[in-house]
Structure formats: C-alpha cells, structure tokens
C-alpha cells in the first residue's frame, strides 16, 4: 500500500472566539512547521554536494558561536 501525507493545517474555529485569533493561530502553526521554508526551498533545485556544504559551513558557525571563539 502506499501511503500519501499532505501536510495541512486545521483549525478548529469552534475553539477560536473571532477571526483575528483563528488567522493568528494558522500564522503559528505555518512557523512551526516551517512551511514556508520549505516551499521557497523547492523553488529551485540545488545539488545535494551544495546543500552539505551549507549544513557544514552552519555546523562550523554555530560551533564557534558556542565556543566563543567569534
């Protein structure tokens, strides 16, 4: 069987008390599931000896951040 997930935000406008709250509510859940992110990623296609590259480079960055070594 092959199993397709759509990743979709429901919210329950039962729970929520006006419309304002309800847009603020879906506007956090779009950040925590860093959507946005990942459509701006799919844009283009970048090479997979670029994108560890860029996780290397972050990696080494954070490292010294965390050191203390900037």
């Given at each position: ?24 509510t ?45």
């Open positions: 069987m092959v199993y397709i997930y759509i990743n979709m935000i429901i919210i329950d406008l039962t729970k929520e008390r006006n419309i304002e709250s309800a847009l603020r879906y506007k956090q859940k779009v950040q925590k599931t860093k959507q946005i992110q990942k459509l701006r990623a799919r844009q283009a296609f970048v090479k997979p000896s670029v994108n560890r590259r860029k996780e290397i480079l972050k990696a080494v960055y954070v490292e010294k951040k965390r050191n203390g070594l900037d």
